[in-house]
């Protein structure tokens, strides 16, 4: 038997890694006007109306954002009441001829990356797919408002709708961008998910898919008939890990070169700071995490909570949650205390008021006014031999939410109330909270750039209202504030947070932004709140 | 062994899998959908959907029927080879396992190369050479190596190999700058790059139980009077190792593959996470904690049929072998 030596395998790996080393190294270089960014899930389906059930992810609608124009972008302001925060994309310019009809004028530049040229047609064909439930159920029930799309000649596109109200452009623009029609009408509706056009769509953005490769990556070329201007970029490379870590670890080896969603755990701002070919860019983000008060008893629905339906409670809690502390020790200074149910994306949040600070003894005289005393000296309070113990369930799956939790459970344990924190699998969880089966929910959500989304969650027969949260005051306002009635709309949606703050039927505890690394390579950087990589055709690569 | 006997040998242990492959299968079934936990709540989370949008959705993926019957639907599509269609993905079944598997393969496959290669030479060479140094240092080697929990040690590689060294990528499974033109040898070695450090992490911890239980094996057998005959015989001392004492200590190892096999697939979940490799491990995972049945009986339906052929293909590999073992 030869004599073995470990120096040799060793040397053997090391030598293999040298040159592939080397190998890799030639091909990133030939690749200057590139960009490689890393998210969490793989876009399967990014075409407009077939994004629904399961199909409506960030990855989809992000990448639908770089394949497919829309009529007209939300402006910087990110206001979607009115017709003048917009910006033109395929649509040259807009106009009014009444209170219910709006007309566009599409861009003549505009082309398909077939060389078609974006017909008012491919706009008539489009929201004629979107309206319809059957297709598109949660499109058509967020055009409910629109009667009829119709063309006038080639270029001329009018929306007419059943009231009128404020967003109705934003409606007109945000949730659908158009479909070639000369491609897609001789595919019958319910074929198109399983359609070629799927795998190879040819949309009027400002890049074209190359290539998916299942679970690994998406490549993108810039469209060089844009009409708007060739992106400098090249290439675009949306890879894929589901894995945080995994995300951190491809944009520290140099693999990718930007990233969503950094932050939390706050620790990866050192890791990403010590990079000093990499920036932090933090964004408004649509997210918002609140603790929901369940209104009815768990248990019996038909009655009210035994403890929480008590308006003092309730906002016994809020003040005696340091939600400011809360919010530090997880995002840092990438968060806010949100007044009302507001993400930083909704632009009615910049007139609200800022969120109620920590109030610990006014939150014990709250309960004691409503008559929780600690008559057995446990530290609990409690009322007629009952103690003041209520439960939170939350997912096991989010890290952030069980961060803060704990936390909560602390800082209401100072004012007598006990927390049993449950955490639980996210189906599980799902499930109990759709049927009320809890005392206090940990929720999180994603919020669209309109505040009407605000009726499905807080209004009395919300489609999200699992709490039973009900305020006929709060519907009176929501209606007014959804239907522009008044001179002044801001007014009317401030109105609707201050009753909602007042009823307290949920604490709300972050609104963050979200926090992206981009290589110092790329200029102009600008993402938008809206839909990250959005305006990824301004950026410059440094030379 | 007769060939007839062998033949009637296969036939019986084919029906037992068979059998067992079909109550693994509705034993998964059955225990998955008694669990809590509702299979929209991923499809549903945040989003406003009508009592009719979500009544829909429960009849496009057949959840508004008894269990039974959803049982029936199962068995039929299974037989025409259909496992139905994501509730999270929105895609058949079939296409995302087809996606999945040749990443799965490629790592299992390499982890079992590297194990049965490298454990069990250096299990034989541990055995020839006891109570010397090399024996030693290998036998603590093979103890720590035992002992690094596999997700601790994907991420100190993906650190000090992939981020501080560069020397490997830290995750992915293949460069995307490196495009479709790229020559055959280019794509390998970038694939090869890849996979060096899953394939490592997952490796060790099988490597060093391989490593123990051939040394185990081989000193049994080295102590066994037909080596000793063997050696008196004036047979080279690698003769007697490989050609005579090896063979006859394979039989632990080869049990010992047939458990591996199935864990390729089950047991790879936290690497394939940390280096973001696209394989089955993850997708089975993310189907559990998201109530995606028909994705998850996917997954059982390969890992039942990977339990049953390796135990299957042990107990053959045992027969053919030993002439000593008796067919039962």
New interface residues.
Partial sequence: ?TR?SPRTPIAAI?A??????L??AQ??Q??HR?I?IVTGEQP??PVPTLME????TVGNLELADQLFLRLAGLGPSLTTAGDRNFVPLLARSWTRRDSVTLVFDLDPRARWQDGAPVTARDVVFTFERARNPRIA??LA?LLRHMTAVTAEGDRRVVFRYAQAYPEQLYDATFHAAPLPSHLLDSIPPEAL?RSSFVGQPVGSGPYRLV?S?????V?LAANDRFFLGKPEIERV?I?????P???I??L????ADAMDNVVPPLNNLQRLRADTSLRLIPVPSPTLGFLLFNQKDPRDPAQPHPILSEVRVRRAIVLGLNRQLMVRAVFGSYAEVPYGPVSPLLWIRHRSPKAERHQPTEARRLLADAGWKDSDNDGILDQNGRPLILSLSLPN?SAIRRQMALLAQEQLRQIGISLEVQQM???????RR?AGRFDVDFT???QDPSPS?LT?GWSCGG??NVARYCNPRVDSLLSRAVLGSDQNPIRIWIAVLRQIEADAPAAFIYAPSYVYAVRNRFRNVSISPVSSWQLLREWKVAN | MEGGELSSWVVRRLVDSTITFALALTLAFFLMRVAPGDPLARVTEGRTLSPAEVAALRTRYGLEQPLIRQFGSFVEGLVRGDLGVSIEYGRPVTALLAERLPATVLLGGSVLLLNFSLGLWLGVRQAVRRGTAEDRWLTALSLMGYAIPSFWLGLVLAWLIGIELRLLPAAGMQDPLLGTDAGFLARAVDLLRHLVLPAVTLSVVSIAATMRYQRTAMLEVLQLPFITTARAKGLREQDVTWRHAWRNALFPVITLFGLWLPLLVTGSVFVEAVFAWPGLGSLAASAVWGRDYPVIMGCVLLVAGLVVTAGFLTDLAYTVLDPRVRLA
């Fill in positions: 038997m073995w090391v293999v890694c040298l040159l592939t080393h190998a890799a091909s990133s030939a690749h590139s490689v399967t389906v059930g399961a199909a409506l159920p949660r029930a998910a290539r490769v299942a679970g690994q990556f490549e490379f890879r894929v890990a589901a894995d870590n995994a995300r670890n491809l520290m080896s140099g693999q799956t699998e996210f189906p599980v969880w799902s499930e759709n999180a959500v994603t989304g499905q489609g999200t």
